[in-house]
């Protein structure tokens, strides 16, 4: 079996930084185990269009950022966890509205365990996706909102691997 070349910043078409970061103050609570976090070490592209998500890992922070516009939209910094594991140990999000409209400090917490979980592992993520759904219902308070709509427009559509 051929092992899968890691994303870098380098192959993708466009990456820009994050221009006004801001830490977060709700992480994901999740432990990755070892093998999650060396699938997350290899990162995403996305192949089309309906893909909104482009992650790649360097040293121990996974940067997500926008498929279409390259744009950085968080930073998570990993940490080993004794006995086996990894979680966020910090994370920034981008401030500037006209990259980024950002809502709760919930939301960006959901979105980023969404993305590495959903389409990085490529895992259901059915209470994370419920979570986003219930969040944007609340926060805009369009109650009338399909769930597949608001999962398309937040998350986008994963490939298969």
Do not use: C
């Amino acid at each position: 079996m051929i092992e899968p070349s890691p994303v870098t910043r380098s192959s993708l078409r466009q990456v820009f930084p994050i221009v006004a970061p801001m830490p977060m103050a709700e992480l994901p609570t999740r432990m990755w185990s070892d093998e999650q976090w060396e699938r997350i070490k290899l990162g995403y592209e996305a192949r089309d269009m309906d893909e909104k998500w482009n992650v790649f890992v360097e040293d121990q922070v996974a940067f997500l950022h926008r498929s279409w516009t390259g744009n950085g939209v968080f930073e998570a910094s990993f940490a080993p966890v004794g006995g086996g594991g990894w979680r966020i140990s910090a994370a920034t999000v981008e401030s500037d509205p006209s990259r980024y409209r950002r809502s709760s400090e919930r939301y960006d917490r959901v979105m980023v365990e969404l993305v590495l979980s959903a389409i990085v592992l490529g895992e259901p993520a059915l209470a994370l996706r419920a979570e986003l759904v219930a969040l944007t219902s609340q926060e805009s308070g369009r109650t009338d909102l399909p769930a597949g709509v608001i999962e398309h427009s937040a998350l986008g559509l994963r490939s298969a691997p």
